[in-house]
Nanobody
Framework: QVQLVETGGGSVQAGGSLRLSCAASGRTISRYSMGWFRQAPGKERECVAVIIWSDINTYYADSVKGRFTISRDNAKNTVYLQMNSLKPEDTAVYYC????????????????????WGQGTQVTVSS
């Protein structure tokens, strides 16, 4: 089992930055692909960013490309999401997820590919 705990959420004005952290326990995540998802009120959960376990490939939703950066520190068993130039539409609960499956373009941004989930952290961006 992998337990994931997200921290770093909060309230920020548009144009500001936040860095989310996802600390894993139970198992090392070095062999897991890690993703960040978000869910805004009244909307479906969407994939924001993914980093493949090999660290070679990353995926970003079009809406965050150039503004968000996903990274991982396997020594600390932690994944990060650096969010810059935040917009009000980035307001959501952000979830960290881990996948032990092989990820391809067909499933990399799908919830079903991820085995473990954190409890989420709220990010609120005001205009």
């Amino acid at each position: 089992q992998v337990q994931l705990v997200e921290t770093g959420g909060g309230s920020v004005q548009a144009g500001g930055s936040l860095r989310l952290s996802c600390a894993a326990s139970g198992r090392t995540i070095s062999r897991y692909s890690m993703g960040w998802f978000r869910q805004a009120p009244g909307k479906e959960r969407e994939c924001v960013a993914v980093i493949i376990w090999s660290d070679i490939n990353t995926y970003y939703a079009d809406s965050v490309k150039g503004r968000f950066t996903i990274s991982r520190d396997n020594a600390k068993n932690t994944v990060y999401l650096q969010m810059n130039s935040l917009k009000p539409e980035d307001t959501a609960v952000y979830y960290c997820a881990a996948s032990s499956l092989a990820l391809y373009s067909s499933n990399i941004n799908g919830e079903r590919a991820y085995n473990y989930w954190g409890q989420g952290t709220q990010v609120t961006v005001s205009s």
